[in-house]
């Protein structure tokens, strides 16, 4: 089974709207943490935002938000007032196992969502 | 200033040749890696490494070798390479301390024709 799961494979949304990019993840691990980077066309990835799994509050980070959902093993990127700079694709990543522990090495990524922000 | 960079950050070669990718960092942390990406595979993990003294392999270690020469600098050999070692490679560091995020250089897009 995967342990990351990007379902959404290519988005729009209107400039200035929000939008709500989908991370499943599959763990046994009670201490993780999750993470959601941007690729744009460029090529580099840059990290956009982190959830430990203990953190109670959703992570926020400007105009991104994770909303996490324990239960459902959901950690959705929400990013608000979507701007052209936008436009690249997305991964969700995890960390199983505590930060400080051996594991803490191994991010498993998900496959990606492209999104596009028209204008 | 990059806090992480690579070079070279494009690369042509021939099957069979030897080829050497090199990331360097300034973010000071302990925890470096190397990944490749290939378009519907996501990121994969070739080597980790914690400190100077401690190498790991990843997930797709078969056909690479590294080396880390001092706690900034992490390079990657490809000793005989391959047309599907064809791919985006990627440096990575992270610090022992945090959530565990790990932050990217630019990359390098390596073709072996």
């Known amino acids: 089974a995967q342990k990351i799961t990007q379902t959404q494979p290519g988005m729009f949304v209107q400039e200035k709207e929000a939008v709500t990019l989908d991370c499943t993840y599959d763990?046994?691990?009670?201490?993780?943490?999750l993470f959601w980077y941007k690729q744009p066309s460029s090529g580099e990835m840059i990290f956009l935002i982190y959830?430990?799994?203990?953190?109670?509050q959703n992570a926020t980070e400007g105009r991104y938000s994770l909303n996490f959902q324990k239960a459902r093993k959901s950690a959705n990127l929400v990013i608000s007032a979507s701007q052209l700079g936008d436009s690249a694709m997305y991964f969700c990543a995890m960390r199983e196992g505590p930060a400080s522990g051996a594991g803490s090495y191994q991010l498993t990524f998900g496959k990606g969502t492209k999104l596009s922000v028209i204008p | 200033d990059a806090d992480v960079t690579q070079t070279p950050r494009n690369r042509i070669t021939k099957t069979g040749k030897r080829i050497m990718l090199e990331c360097s960092q300034t973010k000071g942390h302990d925890r470096m890696y190397w990944y490749r990406q290939d378009p519907g595979l996501g990121l994969r993990l070739i080597y980790y490494?914690?400190?100077?003294?401690?190498?790991n392999k990843g997930e797709i270690s078969d056909g690479y070798s590294v080396s880390r020469q001092a706690q900034a600098k992490f390079s990657l050999s490809l000793e005989s390479a391959i047309p599907n070692q064809t791919a985006l490679y990627f440096c990575?560091?992270?610090?022992?301390?945090?959530?565990?995020?790990?932050?990217f250089g630019p990359g390098t897009r390596l073709t072996v024709t």
């Open positions: 490494s914690f400190d100077v003294k401690d190498i």
């Open positions: 959830q430990g799994s203990y953190d109670e």
């Open positions: 990575a560091t992270s610090d022992r301390t945090g959530g565990g995020e790990q932050y």
């Open positions: 763990t046994s691990d009670q201490s993780y943490g």
